[in-house]
């Protein structure tokens, strides 16, 4: 940090070698996006919600309706 930085020449282009190196640093690290695998759309992914059982689809209808008659009236209230 005392000492002035070392400057590449390049026609008409005059950079820092820290700056070089972190320029190409994002270069490899742009490539290993485009190359390196990623899951596909026909992965499974692991269900997040709650259990079946008492804290979970108890109460609960297939259709996702509430058995006691509560329903989409209810949650339209809570969320205005």
Do not use: C, K
Request: no cysteine.
């Amino acid at each position: 940090m005392d000492t002035p930085a070392t400057y590449v020449h390049w026609l008409l282009v005059d950079i820092s070698v820290p700056n070089l190196q972190l320029i190409a640093l994002m270069f490899v690290v742009f490539a290993m996006a485009l190359l390196l695998p990623f899951p596909h759309h026909g992965t499974p992914v692991p269900a997040s919600g709650p259990p079946d059982g008492p804290a979970g689809r108890a109460g609960r209808r297939r259709d996702g309706r509430r058995r006691d008659g509560r329903g989409r009236a209810e949650l339209d209230r809570h969320a205005s």
